[in-house]
């Protein structure tokens, strides 16, 4: 029984995320889940990994916006379900993943930065990305 009054949390959200995309949120609700999932990973033997992607570029604020957008959705489509993506700010976006190798992590990074280039214009816009693996602090 659940009162009526509350939304019972176990039945599915007419709002849910796509299933087959990564997960997005806001970099608040980011942060936390990035803590809940570190605190699990000693135990489940789990390695996260943190991707933080930054464009550089000297076009306008809506523009990069737009573009930022463009990442958004190629990151989105490139990552596994289980996967954390958020806006950082208007220029970075930062994802959480789940790998065995940081090599892996690379590879993710490479997939999502050549799909960025066939979209974007190289002589407008650069993609740079630093990758670290999370530790509890």
């Known amino acids: ?10 039945q599915p959200n007419r709002h849910a995320h796509n299933r087959d995309e990564a997960f997005y949120c806001s970099y ?3 942060k936390n889940i990035y803590e809940i ?3 699990g990973a000693a135990r489940e033997r789990k390695r996260y990994f943190i991707a933080l ?5 000297k076009e306008s604020s809506d523009k990069q916006i737009y573009v930022l957008n463009k ?7 490139s990552l596994r ?9 208007n220029s970075q976006m930062v994802i959480l993943v789940n790998c065995k190798e940081v090599d892996n992590v690379y ?3 490479q997939r999502i930065t050549s799909q960025f280039y ?3 214009d190289q002589n407008k816009y650069r993609l740079h990305y630093s990758i670290e693996e999370a530790m509890v602090s």
């Open 1 to 10: 029984y659940w009162p009526s009054e509350y939304p019972n949390p176990l």
């Open 28 to 30: 608040d609700l980011f």
């Open 37 to 39: 999932s570190l605190r």
């Open 53 to 57: 992607f930054k464009i550089e570029t």
């Open 71 to 77: 990442l958004k959705t190629i990151i989105m489509t």
């Open 81 to 89: 379900s289980s996967d954390i993506v958020s806006k950082v700010n």
């Open 107 to 109: 590879l993710i990074a």
């Open 118 to 120: 066939k979209k974007c």
